[in-house]
């Protein structure tokens, strides 16, 4: 993991300094890993720089950076659960070929989702990604093959 939910250094202009998502990089260089779907739902969004997947549950996930030449998927199309949507990429602002994660809680109803702390950031109520993806069964940086930051 590269960069963390919360305050940072900004590592790249135009990013912010509070990072609303976790950032997981293309390990090694260049991009083009396979980039898969957390959790299932719907294209709802598949701009410059944001894919976003709405689940059944209400609560939106999206996966940054990814150019859109790489992308397999498109707005309106059902994802299933590791489905694969796309490469890693670097579509700007990025300082190196990564994957970011973010949560956004609009409209959600999964009752585990709403426990969480919810964080106001650009785009509306988000959560941390690495909390959320355990009530999926999903670890998003295991500790024996992933260092957080
Ligand atoms: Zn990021």
Redesign the pocket.
């Known amino acids: 993991m590269t960069?963390r939910f919360g305050t940072r250094e900004s590592p790249a202009a135009g990013?912010g300094t509070w990072?609303p998502?976790?950032?997981l990089p293309n390990w090694l260089n260049p991009c083009g890993r396979p980039v898969y779907a957390m959790v299932p739902g719907e294209v709802t969004l598949s701009s410059a720089l944001f894919l976003s997947i709405k689940t059944p549950e209400g609560f939106t996930v999206s996966y940054?950076?990814m150019y859109k030449s790489d992308r397999i998927v498109d707005v309106g199309d059902q994802i299933a659960a590791s489905q694969q949507i796309g490469a890693m990429g670097n579509v700007a602002p990025?300082s190196g070929c990564?994957l970011?994660?973010?949560v956004n809680v609009a409209g959600n109803t999964n009752p585990e989702v709403a426990k969480l702390r919810v964080y106001d950031a650009a785009g509306g109520g988000c959560v941390n990604p690495i909390e959320v993806f355990p009530l999926f069964g999903i670890e998003i940086c295991p500790a024996d093959n992933c260092s957080h930051v």
């Open positions: 960069s990013a990072h998502a976790v950032d940054l950076h990025s990564h970011d994660i973010r």
